[in-house]
């Protein structure tokens, strides 16, 4: 059975920092492209970053750039979400997915992910 199973989340104060772990299982998930998501209530799902199966190509949202950093270890078959300076803003279910093998350059337009985490809870207070 594949999953994907997200950790990390909780409640931090503004400016402050969380490192989200998505671990993957039931396959290897190494050619495939890893996203995150987030969703706000009342917002629609909207894609944060992206990280290629070689790691060498990556893309942000406009919104975490320079604050949010994505990075994966194909050997523990896991996807890494580095969060700093938090804002209010970024309160969410963040999700992890997995999909479009071997694609050498990503970004944040792509949604149909094969596979999806049931997400964790991030809330920054201000």
């Known amino acids: 059975q594949v999953q994907l199973v997200e950790s990390g989340g909780g409640l931090v104060q503004a400016g402050g920092s969380l490192k989200l772990s998505c671990a993957a299982s039931?396959?290897?998930?190494?050619?495939?492209?890893m996203g995150w998501f987030r969703q706000a209530p009342g917002k629609e799902r909207e894609s944060v970053a992206a990280?290629?199966?070689?790691?060498?190509?990556?893309a942000y949202r406009d919104s975490v750039k320079d604050r949010f950093t994505i990075s994966r270890d194909n050997t523990l078959n896991t996807v890494y979400l580095q969060m700093d300076s938090l804002k209010p803003e970024d309160t969410a279910v963040y999700y992890c997915?997995?999909?479009?093998?071997?694609?050498?350059?990503?970004?944040?337009?792509?949604?149909?992910?094969?596979?999806w985490g049931q997400g964790t809870q991030v809330t920054v207070s201000s």
């Open positions: 997915a997995a999909g479009y093998p071997n694609l050498v350059v990503v970004n944040t337009r792509l949604y149909k992910y094969d596979y």
């Open positions: 990280i290629s199966w070689s790691s060498r190509s990556t």
């Open positions: 039931g396959r290897t998930f190494s050619r495939d492209t």
